[in-house]
């Protein structure tokens, strides 16, 4: 920190959800068709949608893996370790995975002046519930209840909770954005996926939202579409869902590894295609833990439907593209090149702390920014997602 005279903001940190998370506003009726805790053996699982899940290994998150375990795999593996072999060390659940005042105290010693916070199991279990329009409904409702009592939606002006939107109906949609508005959120969190309603899947950025986005235009929140368990194929190549490719295809490369990228790649060219950014010139999207290698291919298509559909598009869908979404790339993925197409000012600095997958300490990040000069590198640190944070209303 010795280096600037400020501190970042990072747009991707997760607790790690207490273990009533789902069930404290829950009507333990619900518990079949939502979610409920079960023992298999000496562990507990979660039961979610009649079926167990495994997208975890262990959901009460006691013990843990160290923040960043994986972090020299995703680096590149240079001592050729087994995959499995980076999770061996546990420890006991830390008071700042579950306690937003004990977190306070760890993000000033890690130099973060605020965050974006987002779940873990929250993210992950949509897909699972989604053929049961009602109990996903139910279901999230009551874990944006226990989010708002644990970590609020906007603690001290430093931790921002996000509520957790799923895209299945849209009067609770544009209800539960009005909820969180009023409860003070900066950021709300949807999932890269097609809405799946009642009566069968739908664009997000179908008329039929407009409710929805309409309402976030309005109040000028910004939208964050964060990786999840978005119902990605292997296309018979493994076996099928998030759980499967967590649990049976560890120690081994898979199509499933493209999955957060192939989503937010099809989420966000759709938003496009259907013109959602000219409906609603006050939106604002960001893209967070979903990656940025995809960028470069997917604003190349966007550029060529723009010349065989010339009548289609009122404005230039790819200057469009970069007026309203923000992109947070995956810390091995080049911050200079995603610099380079989208400018300085719609990158975001995200550790993902303190998963598995992200950085051991929030500030090992500036490392991928060396060479970039000092405007650049605060834009990306700071001043991108502190001018997110702060709502825009029409």
């Given at each position: 920190?010795?280096?600037?005279?400020?501190?970042p903001f990072?747009?991707?940190n997760?607790?790690?959800?207490?273990?009533d998370?789902?069930?404290r506003?829950?009507?333990?009726?619900?518990?079949?068709?939502?979610?409920?805790?079960?023992?298999?053996?000496?562990?507990?699982?979660?039961?979610?949608g009649?079926?167990?899940s495994?997208?975890?290994?262990?959901?009460?998150?006691?013990?843990?893996?160290?923040?960043?375990?994986?972090?020299?795999?995703?680096?590149?593996?240079?001592?050729?370790?087994?995959?499995?072999?980076?999770?061996?060390?546990?420890?006991p659940?830390?008071?700042?995975?579950?306690?937003?005042?004990?977190?306070?105290?760890?993000m000033?010693?890690?130099?973060?002046?605020?965050?974006?916070?987002?779940?873990?199991?929250g993210?992950l279990?949509?897909?699972?519930?989604?053929?049961?329009?009602?109990?996903?409904?139910?279901?999230?409702?009551?874990?944006?209840?226990?989010?708002?009592?644990?970590?609020?939606?906007?603690?001290q002006?430093r931790?921002?909770g996000?509520?957790?939107?799923?895209?299945?109906d849209?009067?609770?949609?544009?209800?539960?954005?009005?909820?969180?508005?009023?409860?003070?959120?900066?950021?709300?969190?949807?999932?890269?996926?097609?809405a799946?309603?009642?009566?069968?899947?739908?664009?997000?950025?179908?008329?039929?939202?407009?409710?929805?986005?309409?309402?976030?235009?309005?109040?000028?929140?910004?939208?964050?579409?964060?990786?999840?368990?978005?119902?990605?194929s292997?296309?018979?190549?493994?076996?099928e869902?998030?759980?499967?490719?967590?649990?049976?295809?560890?120690?081994?490369?898979?199509?499933?590894?493209?999955?957060?990228?192939?989503?937010?790649c099809?989420?966000?060219i759709?938003?496009?295609?259907?013109?959602?950014?000219?409906?609603?010139?006050?939106?604002?999207?960001?893209?967070?833990?979903?990656?940025?290698?995809?960028?470069?291919?997917?604003?190349?298509?966007?550029?060529?439907?723009?010349?065989?559909?010339?009548?289609?598009?009122?404005?230039d869908?790819?200057?469009l593209?970069?007026?309203?979404?923000?992109?947070n790339?995956?810390?091995?993925?080049?911050?200079t090149?995603?610099?380079?197409?989208?400018?300085?000012?719609?990158?975001l600095?995200?550790?993902?702390?303190?998963?598995?997958e992200?950085?051991?300490?929030?500030?090992?990040?500036?490392?991928?920014?060396?060479?970039?000069?000092d405007?650049?590198?605060?834009?990306?640190l700071?001043?991108?997602?502190?001018?997110?944070?702060?709502?825009?209303?029409?």
């Open positions: 920190m010795t280096e600037f005279d400020y501190r990072d747009c991707d997760h607790y790690y959800e207490a273990e998370a789902f069930t506003h829950l009507d333990p009726a619900w518990g079949p068709r939502t979610v409920m805790w079960c023992n298999i053996g000496k562990r507990r699982y979660h039961v979610v009649g079926k167990i495994f997208a975890v290994m262990n959901p009460t998150f006691n013990p843990i893996a160290k923040a960043g375990a994986m972090f020299d795999f995703f680096r590149g593996n240079p001592d050729r370790k087994e995959p499995m072999a980076f999770l061996q060390e546990r420890e659940i830390r008071p700042e995975y579950r306690n937003r005042d004990a977190r306070l105290k760890v000033d010693q890690q130099g973060i002046d605020a965050c974006w916070m987002f779940p873990t199991l993210v279990y949509e897909e699972a519930l989604k053929r049961d329009t009602e109990a996903t409904t139910v279901t999230f409702r009551a874990f944006n209840r226990w989010l708002n009592e644990d970590w609020g939606l906007c603690y002006d931790i921002m996000a509520p957790y939107i799923p895209m299945v849209p009067a609770f949609a544009a209800g539960e954005l009005a909820w969180a508005l009023q409860n003070g959120a900066r950021v709300i969190c949807l999932r890269p996926a097609a799946h309603t009642a009566s069968g899947p739908v664009s997000p950025a179908d008329p039929l939202f407009d409710s929805f986005w309409g309402l976030a235009n309005e109040a000028g929140i910004t939208v964050v579409v964060h990786a999840s368990d978005s119902g990605y292997g296309n018979g190549y493994v076996k869902g998030f759980s499967a490719s967590v649990s049976e295809n560890q120690g081994r490369p898979t199509v499933t590894t493209f999955g957060f990228e192939r989503a937010a099809d989420f966000l759709t938003m496009v295609f259907d013109k959602l950014f000219e409906r609603f010139p006050n939106l604002r999207l960001a893209s967070v833990e979903n990656g940025a290698e995809f960028l470069p291919g997917m604003l190349k298509k966007v550029a060529a439907n723009a010349c065989r559909f010339p009548r289609y598009f009122k404005e869908p790819v200057d593209f970069k007026q309203h979404v923000w992109i790339p995956f810390w091995e993925d080049s911050s090149e995603l610099v380079e197409i989208m400018g300085s000012d719609r990158v600095f995200g550790s993902d702390w303190p998963h598995i992200g950085m051991p300490e929030p500030l090992d990040y500036l490392t991928e920014l060396q060479g970039m000069d405007k650049a590198r605060r834009n990306i700071r001043d991108n997602t502190l001018a997110l944070n702060e709502r825009r209303p029409v």
